[in-house]
């Protein structure tokens, strides 16, 4: 009876270079089938872990949040404490809370900030090498941002969405219509851009392959009337292969 339960959400941060995504899969090792292990071992119940989103394989977070349900009374730093020493290095919880019942992480997000990282000096410090796209080409960056300026707002993104999304039967949700409020991208440093995005919802795949399509209009292969046009059309063939998981990041998920 959920009445009875306590809903717990943690603030989680994780390399996701050794996992095959989020998403609890049979034979593979993921992010919630690691958390949902240690949390049922040390409750001793069947613990069922829920994610604000799924993250691909070799995707990182500096700030996904989950939560789960227990009857056990759980003295959050405690445990807190006892989760990360069983968790391996790659996953820490950041923080445990206690939360009213019908908090969902998922259903009670209103958006969540990505950043996509890219190293663009002539040789990549091994320390970045899974963190951050290595690019040697000299991008057309103003080009980039006009690109990125028609992002900003509410579109349909079918053009930069991977097969598997959503459900394309059910037409009674927003389909692929997502709200951007925030595309940009800056420089740190003199060898590292980031672009951050920041909206109500992403498709699958999304950031990366429109970090795709706006990398090859930085190399000057379409130009910024032409990804307004890709964008526009609905059709995911006309838009760039999507960038690589290991430069992207979840950062936060808002409430």
Same mark, same amino acid.
């Given at each position: 009876? /959920?009445?009875?339960?306590?809903?717990?959400?943690?603030?989680?941060?994780?390399?996701?270079?050794?996992?095959?995504?989020?998403?609890?899969?049979?034979?593979?090792?993921?992010?919630?089938?690691?958390?949902?292990?240690?949390?049922?071992?040390?409750?001793?119940?069947?613990?069922?872990?829920? !994610?604000?989103?799924?993250?691909?394989?070799?995707?990182?977070?500096?700030?996904?949040?989950?939560?789960?349900?227990?009857?056990?009374?759980? %003295?959050?730093?405690?445990?807190?404490?006892?989760?990360?020493?069983?968790?391996?290095?790659?996953?820490?919880?950041?923080?445990?809370?206690?939360?009213?019942?019908?908090?969902?992480?998922?259903?009670?997000?209103?958006?969540?900030?990505?950043?996509? =990282?890219?190293?663009?000096?002539?040789?990549?410090? %091994?320390?970045?090498?899974? &963190?951050?796209?290595?690019?040697? /080409?000299?991008?057309?960056?103003?080009?980039?941002?006009?690109?990125?300026?028609?992002?900003?707002?509410?579109?349909?993104?079918?053009?930069?969405?991977?097969?598997?999304?959503?459900?394309?039967?059910?037409?009674?949700?927003?389909?692929?219509?997502?709200?951007?409020?925030?595309?940009?991208?800056?420089?740190?440093?003199? /060898?590292? #851009?980031?672009?951050?995005? =920041?909206?109500?919802?992403?498709?699958?795949?999304?950031?990366?392959?429109?970090? !795709?399509?706006?990398?090859?209009?930085?190399?000057?292969?379409?130009? %910024?009337?032409?990804? !307004?046009?890709?964008?526009?059309?609905?059709?995911?063939? #006309?838009?760039?292969?999507?960038?690589? %998981?290991?430069?992207?990041?979840?950062?936060?998920?808002? &409430?």
């Amino acid at each position: 009876m /959920d009445h009875l339960l306590i809903n717990i959400k943690l603030l989680v941060a994780y390399d996701g270079t050794d996992f095959s995504g989020w998403q609890r899969q049979k034979y593979c090792s993921t992010i919630q089938g690691e958390i949902e292990a240690c949390i049922s071992r040390i409750t001793q119940e069947k613990i069922s872990l829920y !994610g604000a989103g799924r993250t691909d394989a070799g995707v990182h977070a500096e700030g996904m949040i989950a939560h789960f349900k227990t009857s056990r009374a759980i %003295p959050t730093e405690d445990f807190s404490r006892s989760l990360n020493s069983m968790l391996p290095g790659s996953i820490r919880i950041l923080s445990v809370n206690k939360v009213d019942d019908n908090f969902h992480a998922r259903y009670s997000a209103v958006g969540k900030h990505y950043r996509y =990282t890219i190293f663009t000096g002539e040789i990549q410090p %091994p320390s970045r090498r899974l &963190y951050s796209l290595h690019i040697r /080409d000299d991008l057309n960056l103003p080009a980039v941002r006009k690109c990125l300026q028609q992002l900003e707002g509410t579109h349909d993104f079918s053009s930069f969405e991977n097969s598997g999304s959503r459900n394309r039967e059910d037409t009674s949700g927003r389909g692929a219509v997502r709200t951007i409020f925030q595309a940009s991208l800056s420089r740190k440093d003199n /060898d590292l #851009l980031m672009f951050e995005f =920041t909206g109500d919802g992403f498709l699958r795949n999304m950031v990366r392959n429109m970090v !795709g399509s706006l990398l090859d209009s930085g190399r000057d292969r379409q130009s %910024p009337d032409k990804f !307004g046009e890709i964008l526009r059309s609905k059709n995911r063939t #006309l838009a760039s292969p999507a960038a690589p %998981p290991h430069g992207l990041s979840l950062i936060k998920v808002l &409430y």
